[in-house]
């Protein structure tokens, strides 16, 4: 199967959301505004599918069965041997999941972030299939609407009722359920608890937690509400305890104590003979969490015993002997592994504990000493999906640390299979793949390992691709674009990150893979600055410099013609922080498509970011000039960035960091007098915290989705 010979620009240096406001983001709703032209569209831009295990954010464990949420799909666990979990049924909802996941018979109720309570059929208990959402939300308003920031709470099922925190949907209170499968919506609202209009102090209820006739309501600056629920129509409100962040809790089995995972105030310890609380922070961990913070974010917690288990985010997991509940004492710390490697979601049963690791994975404890779990099994553990190509149906995955990700895309619709390979020892991070036919080469940036080029194997799910060069020159590549000329002879273009020594490299890659392949560098282009992507048109190739923090003198696009030399440099003003480049031919005129970042915001969930841009400029003779206004975007209120941007016919593929993807139609610039493009479709995606390329192939969008795997979307003109 021959597909477009497009670039796959991928794994640049992309910025990550800051740890307080990916915590924010994970924990509380944010608001999105956006200034475009066009009207935004949803219905023509769908995800039709996701694949390959995006980061674990959920987890329940039932005994022999075990759901995880990976990314967009909710994953069914074989655990009958908790040692040797197996990955059975799995179900894709395109969304994330953050929450609390309770089961009620064969129902499965999981939070759906912006789309609301998820409702899914496990009387194929590992087999789930997708029943449907429900969502108090005003019918006027669309889900997939940037400017929707409703986001759901989590709670619990017991006595056969599910009680469900509204999080800051309709009313901000808690709602009773009765699971009712004949129901367009699968549940018969019993009861619920609406917040008044004369308390505001409920600024986002997390969860529900029950024990007999009482519900304990936990959320953002009031504490913890405790109801009377004997009268499920009437939930009581009998007092409120202020505690400061309240996001989950438990309660001891005689009801008397209430262990709270208090955000960034620790555990909070509530006597309810008294309504006393008992703050307790737990001194920090001896060798600095792995990479991660000794910073306090209770999150989840598990009673069991005398102990508690509780997420604490980068933190880790903090095991807190509570056998003397007025004298909490710390027992052991499971630190976390790295920055985006930490627990934020826990489950016990029996003697093991599960714990949502997000790229870390599943992770699975063995609690034979209650103080001090032991690691059995990690599953999906994952890293960041940067970039994807597709070859005789076949999508190869730049996948960071996990090297090379292959999946079966020969129906896009319903990716089959999919395996992972480690073609890097884990000594670099794979940036960016390129993949070009006849004969068949997938060529990969592998970071500081340099260009490598494969052959795939006879059976690509099977067995590794065949490798069959390495050049090693560069220092840091993040980027590759091949270009197969009419004579068949193919040049490799190269984003070499390292300041000093890196920048543009050129060369000729025709006979990778024969015998004495030594290819001799055509060009090297050094003192640019941090190259991170590149894109190639004829005679030019436009290169993408964005430095870290503090190293951003050299950024901005160049321009760099055949002979290797800097034409122009675009530096000031918006170029300063340039996310990606592409070139298209629309008529007669050659347009050059820019994406620049806006930032993070000074005050990140009060006042909204600068915005993000898209420019459209001109390249006449080696003088880029700028011939229309830029078109603005708006992120969410922490941080507006752009990820990357495909021009392929007169159709331009976006794809924000914050917001999701846009269809922009570009024959406007084909007018004799050129006019803005106009947007044609729009699809919210709820994940992004870490998106990056955008490629398409045949008919369907690719999106590698950073730390939610692969989507792969369809769009209808």
Known sequence: ????????????????????????????????????????TTSNLEIVSQSVLGYCS??????????????????????????????????????????????????????????????FDISEPLYPSYRCT???????????????????????????????????????????????????????????????PSDPSISFPYSVHVQGNVAYLCSRSTGVKVFDVTDKRNPTLQLTIPTGWAIDMTTSSDGRWGYVADGPSGLKIIDFTTNQVISYTPPAPGCGCGGGSAT????????????????????????????????????????????????????????????????????????????????????????????????NGYAYIAYGTQGLAVVDVEN??????????????????????????NPDRIYVADGKEGLKVFQPSSNPLTYPPIHLWTFSSPVDVRDVHVVEHPDTTRTAYLADYDHANGGLWV??????????????????????????????????????????????????????????????????GYYKDTADVDAVDIGDRHYVLVATNGGPSLIPGVVPPPPSHLHILTNTGGALSEILSPIEFQGNYFADYMAAIEAVGTKAYINHLNNGVYVYDLSPLGYPTPAL???????????????????????????????SGLYILSFAP
């Open 1 to 40: 199967m021959m597909y477009p010979s497009r670039v796959n620009r991928g794994g640049p240096h992309m910025k990550r959301l800051p740890l307080a406001v990916l915590l924010l983001v994970l924990l509380g709703p944010f608001m999105i505004t956006h200034t475009s032209l066009g009207t935004i």
């Open 58 to 119: 959920t987890v329940a464990s039932f005994g022999d069965v075990t759901y995880a949420g990976f990314g967009s799909a909710i994953v069914a666990l074989d655990t009958h041997d908790p040692t040797n979990p197996r990955i059975i049924g799995r179900v894709f909802v395109p969304n994330c999941f953050d929450g609390k996941m309770s089961r009620s018979g064969n129902t499965l109720f999981v939070p759906r972030d912006v789309y609301g309570l998820g409702v």
């Open 134 to 196: 429900y969502a108090r939300l005003d019918p006027s308003l669309d889900p997939n609407d940037i400017h929707n920031n409703h986001y759901a709470g989590s709670g619990e099922v017991a006595g056969g009722y599910l009680y469900w925190a509204n999080g800051n949907y309709e009313g901000k209170g808690f709602s009773i359920f009765e699971p009712n499968p004949s129901e367009p919506d699968c549940l018969t609202l019993i009861g619920e608890y609406k917040v008044p």
């Open 296 to 391: 306090v974010f209770y999150r989840s917690i598990i009673l069991r015993g005398n102990y508690v288990y509780v997420a604490g985010a980068q933190r880790g997991i903090d095991i807190i002997d509570v056998s003397t509940p007025t004298s909490p004492n710390l027992a052991h710390t499971i630190e976390s592994e790295s920055t985006y490697s930490y627990p934020v979601q826990l489950s016990v049963s029996g003697t093991y504990l599960y714990a949502a690791n997000l790229l870390g994975g599943l992770k699975v404890y063995s609690l034979s000493n209650p103080a001090y779990p032991q690691l059995v099994r990690t599953v999906g553990e994952s890293d960041l999906a940067r970039d994807v190509a597709v070859l």
């Open 412 to 437: 896009p619709l319903s990716p089959s299979a999919e395996a992972r390979f480690d073609i890097n020892n884990g000594t670099t991070e794979t940036q960016a793949v390129y993949a070009l036919s």
């Open 507 to 572: 060369l000729d890659v025709t006979g990778a893979g024969q015998l004495g392949f030594s290819p001799i560098p055509e060009q090297h282009l050094s003192g640019i600055g941090y190259a991170c992507r590149l894109y190639n048109h004829g005679d030019w190739t436009y290169v993408v410099s964005n430095g870290p923090i503090g190293n951003t003198s050299y950024n901005g696009l160049r321009l760099v013609d055949s002979s290797g030399i800097v034409r122009q440099w675009l530096s000031e």
């Open 677 to 707: 493009p106009q947007q044609l479709a729009f699809k919210k995606l709820t994940c992004n915290n870490s998106s990056h390329e955008i490629h398409l192939f045949g008919d369907y969008i690719y999106n590698a989705h950073g730390d």
